[in-house]
């Protein structure tokens, strides 16, 4: 089998070549509608958890909808994770994330305490030499859920990820206008006005 050159896109000419095994609208991104959205919320990172943790006395995580995990769950894996990938305009890029796993299973006694979990993280850090990156978590619904992680001073929140386009200036997509409501419209003071004279 003939091997892409989707792996050492460098130049220009390789660029072009790269473009026979996309589809079409991959770098022309040309969509009349998109729900990306190009903006980036703050994540915790490794040292901030580690913050938290020394002031708990216990952990809990809260889902986006206002549940709770379980609180007999699981840290089943602290991992590096390292993406390597190539956006709709062409740019090669990689990302790293340190990556959280919950579980929860049929033990119901069993309660994981902020020092067993700074234990953990720590572990990781030296075995997988992490560095102080932003915390991506893994959580089972209907399939394995991807969250942002904060904290509101007690509970950690599992916080919703959305996609986005990271190549909008060559993608064609067009910046929203923003929404300004009637009422908070004034007038114009060099604008026209009834008997004001100047048409």
Excluded at 8 to 18: A, D, F, P
Excluded at 150 to 160: R, V
Aim: charged share 25%; glycine share 6%.
């Amino acid at each position: 089998m003939k091997e892409t050159p989707f792996a050492t896109v460098s130049t220009k000419r390789h660029l072009q070549k790269s473009r026979l095994y996309f589809p079409k609208c991959l770098f022309k991104c040309k969509h009349k509608k998109t729900n990306a959205v190009n903006h980036k919320i703050h994540n915790m990172i490794l040292s901030e958890i580690k913050e938290h943790l020394q002031n708990l006395s216990n952990v809990s995580f809260q889902l986006p909808d206002g549940l709770f995990v379980p609180e007999h769950f699981h840290v089943t894996e602290v991992g590096l994770v390292t993406k390597n990938f190539i956006d709709c305009g062409g740019t090669v890029r990689q990302e790293k994330i340190a990556n959280f796993q919950l579980w929860d299973a049929n033990d119901i006694a069993h309660r994981l305490k902020p020092k067993k979990l700074l234990d953990i993280i720590s572990l990781a850090e030296k075995i997988l030499g992490m560095e102080d990156l932003e915390i991506e978590v893994e959580y089972q619904s209907n399939t394995i859920g991807k969250y942002g992680l904060e904290f509101n001073g007690k509970d950690f929140m599992l916080t919703q990820k959305q996609t986005a386009c990271l190549a909008l200036d060559v993608c064609g997509i067009p910046s929203e206008k923003p929404k300004v409501a009637l009422a908070e419209i004034q007038a114009d003071k060099s604008s026209c006005t009834p008997g004001g004279g100047c048409c």
